[in-house]
């Protein structure tokens, strides 16, 4: 994908995307709501036009062969979309005839799946009784009806609970170890960081930053040393010669030390420095950095679940070394 914009009206929606995803990969947008994540999958998924920009997926040109590239991809929407009247076998039928399946191949291929997601139980189940992961679990086993060769999913386990989703991402496997290149777009931290090969922060429709889980991890530094003193300012003053200090963040009562060093032989020091120095130490702590370090560092504020952005509370004083 290169170069990618989109406007809805006068709204700058996307703002110059480009990415790669390698054949075989879990691919992830992270980010919050509105920033511009649906809008990519649209326009990807051929559902949008292409305002500006170019892309191949699965070889074929987005914009001059549209109808190869809906030849070769599955989607997974935000929003469930099954028909409440029609049972799970159907669906699943009525998707492959949509396509063209051959009567044999779509009857394999309908009791492949549903044993795939489980739902053998309830293949002939109106899927307006289903529960919500169920229905998720169909929307994806609708989605790979024709095998394709990527998957799309727009936010796969909004609104499940903890359970379901780890088995939606258990499943998400098992389809990407059969060979599915699967792109999707996640505002959760965990869903992004368990999941994906390689994952990018997305925020006011630009991509922030690029990498795998450990890598965006490591940019913070090994560890994260965080403060809550009489005097943060000139705590992070006393600190921030120190060789192995990475950087210092303040936050809104304390500050955050990042290391490249392991932080539980440096804490000692870093005692002795504020204290030789005067300030009173209120709370210490000492962590990994976490995806969600990763996000409020490269978007400035903490995604919320609910979607609601928080002011930035973080001032950015990083050295790089
Ligand atoms: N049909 C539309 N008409 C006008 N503006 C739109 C439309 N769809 C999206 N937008 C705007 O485009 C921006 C990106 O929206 P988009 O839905 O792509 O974000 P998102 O990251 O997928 O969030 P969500 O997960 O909530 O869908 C937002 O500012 C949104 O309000």
Redesign the pocket.
């Given at each position: 994908m290169n170069n990618l914009e989109y406007f809805?009206?006068d709204?700058k929606?996307?703002d110059n995307i480009s990415f790669t995803v390698k054949q075989g990969e879990i691919f992830s947008f992270l980010?919050?709501?509105?920033?511009?994540?649906?809008?990519?999958i649209n326009v990807l998924t051929t559902l949008l036009p292409i305002q500006k920009g170019s892309a191949k997926i699965a070889g074929y040109d987005l914009k001059h062969e549209p109808e190869k590239v809906r030849e070769s991809i599955g989607i997974v929407f935000?929003e469930l979309t099954l028909d409440r009247d029609m049972t799970v076998r159907e669906i699943l039928e009525y998707h492959g005839r949509l396509y063209s399946m051959p009567k044999a191949e779509r009857q394999e291929r309908v009791d492949e799946l549903i044993s795939l997601v489980e739902l053998e139980g309830k293949r002939d189940t109106l899927t307006k009784h289903l529960s919500g992961g169920m229905k998720r679990r169909l929307e994806i086993a609708r989605g790979l009806m024709t095998r394709p060769k990527v998957l799309f999913m727009?936010?796969p386990t909004i609104g499940l609970d903890p359970q379901t989703r780890i088995r939606i991402w258990d499943y998400v496997k098992d389809i990407n170890q059969q060979g599915t290149t699967i792109f999707l777009?996640t505002?959760y931290m965990d869903e992004a960081d368990q999941l994906s090969d390689r994952i990018s922060i997305?925020d006011h429709?630009k991509i922030v930053i690029t990498g795998r889980s450990w890598e965006l991890k490591n940019m913070l530094g090994q560890d994260l040393i965080y403060l809550e003193t009489g005097d943060n300012w000139a705590a992070g003053e006393l600190l921030k010669d120190l060789d192995s200090v990475k950087g210092i963040k303040e936050k809104s009562k304390g500050i955050v030390v990042m290391v490249n060093v392991d932080g539980t032989y440096l804490l000692p020091e870093v005692m002795d420095r504020l204290r030789s120095g005067g300030i009173k130490i209120k709370a210490v702590n000492l962590k990994k950095p976490s995806m969600d370090d990763v996000f409020v560092h490269y978007t400035g504020r903490e995604l919320r679940d609910n979607?609601a952005e928080k002011g930035a509370v973080v001032v950015s004083r990083v050295r790089r070394r």
């Open positions: 809805f009206g709204i929606a996307v980010g919050p709501n509105g920033a511009g994540k649906s809008t990519v935000q727009d936010e777009t505002h997305i429709g979607g």
